[in-house]
């Protein structure tokens, strides 16, 4: 555990020096946060929040299920509010992607890693380290972002019960649980790519397109052809599961230390 630690520590120290990368942790959460709100804000006073209000009965019952023991503007609220999960699932993939990008190839490029490899530390260790020091971030700046969210939105919202329904089961299981499985989906990505590639930014690029699916369901989602629930949250999460698994596997082979100390230029 120790040295899994130390070069966490070492990542940190070295990858934060890189503007894109403070970009993507700092002030990337920061906009996907203030967004919602901003429209949630926008929307007090409007007659938006009450003209969606009145077409609530005209839409199928899953979109009025949403709101629970909402009811007219309060409704409307967080039905506005609920398209915007997507972001805070987007955050915990592109954070750790980014950082595991630049760490790996970063190292490949000023020839930084050979000397890391020749120490006693396992693969196994190392790319956990590697792994740990894009996931920790990346969930700690997602929490925080949901809580930022979370306490706007009650300073904000008409109604307390707005508030109360983020905190509900799909948003928690969202946040807290298919929050970490996508940042380890989106780490054992990179860590894939950055193993066959010489470029930070073609690295990051690549990785990026792990993100595709979730865009897909946002758009979606936006334009009513899906509504995202606590059982679509939780089949995404089973199958998370598998997909972690075999990622981790497939990552660890395609990290071959030898090739690394005798091929890579």
Known sequence: MEK???IIRKEWSEVFKNRFVVFAVAFMPLIFTIIP????????????????????????????AICG?????????????????????????????????????????TRTLEPVLATPISTVELLAGKALAGVIPALL??????????????????????????????????????????SIAGVSLAVMISSRVNDPRVAEQLSSLVMIPLLAVFMAQSFGLIQVNKTVIIWFALGLVVID?????????LFQRETILTRWK
Request: hydrophobic share 50%; glycine share 6%; aromatic share 12%.
């Open 141 to 182: 700046v997602t929490w925080g972002s949901y809580t930022i969210f979370t306490i706007g939105t009650n300073m904000i919202a008409a109604s307390p019960l707005v508030t109360k329904q983020l905190l509900d089961p799909m948003w928690l299981l969202a946040i807290f649980v298919l929050g970490p499985l996508l």
């Open 37 to 64: 709100l901003v429209i949630l804000y926008q929307m007090q006073g409007s007659g938006e929040a009450s003209e969606i209000a009145g077409s609530l009965n005209a839409v199928p019952n899953e979109y009025a």
């Open 4 to 6: 899994i630690l130390t």
């Open 69 to 109: 023991e909402l009811t007219g503007q309060d409704c409307a609220q967080y039905f506005i509010l609920s398209q915007f999960l997507m972001l805070f699932l987007i955050m915990p993939i592109i954070i750790p992607v980014t950082i595991a990008s630049y760490s790996i190839v970063g190292e490949k490029t």
């Open 245 to 253: 698994t075999l990622l981790l596997y497939f990552a660890t082979q």
